[in-house]
């Protein structure tokens, strides 16, 4: 069965970092393509980033390009999204999903599975 668990999210000030980690069981990492979203209360999911299995393809949002970083560890089949200078615009629960595609793409549709979801919240 596939699975996606986020982890890492938290309380953090204006300013400040977090790492999110979404681990993911079940099927081969290589292949397959990874995104980051992120769902705000009363707005619609936003696509943040997207990772490839090729490594030549990372997507940003434009409102995360040059703060938020996305990687991979293959060999634990982990992602990850390193976000810096965090705003509180950036306060939301951050999903990972997964679709079987060496193709990167912002697009929720593409998707195939999602995880739970993990909760970030930057003060002002």
């Known amino acids: 069965e596939v699975q996606l668990v986020e982890s890492g999210g938290g309380l953090v000030q204006a300013g400040g970092s977090l790492r999110l980690s979404c681990a993911a069981s079940?099927?081969?990492?290589?292949?397959?393509?990874i995104g980051w979203f992120r769902q705000a209360p009363g707005k619609e999911r936003e696509g943040v980033s997207c990772i490839s299995s090729n490594y030549g393809s990372r997507v940003y949002g434009d409102s995360v390009k040059g703060r938020f970083t996305i990687s991979s560890d293959n060999a634990k089949n982990t992602v990850y999204l390193q976000m810096n200078s965090l705003k509180p615009e950036d306060t939301a629960v951050y999903y990972c999903?997964?679709?079987?595609?060496?193709?990167?793409?912002?697009?929720?549709?593409?998707?195939?599975?999602w995880g739970q979801g993990t909760q970030v919240t930057v003060s002002s």
């Open positions: 079940g099927f081969t990492f290589d292949g397959y393509s």
């Open positions: 999903a997964s679709r079987n595609s060496v193709y990167c793409s912002n697009v929720r549709v593409n998707y195939n599975y």
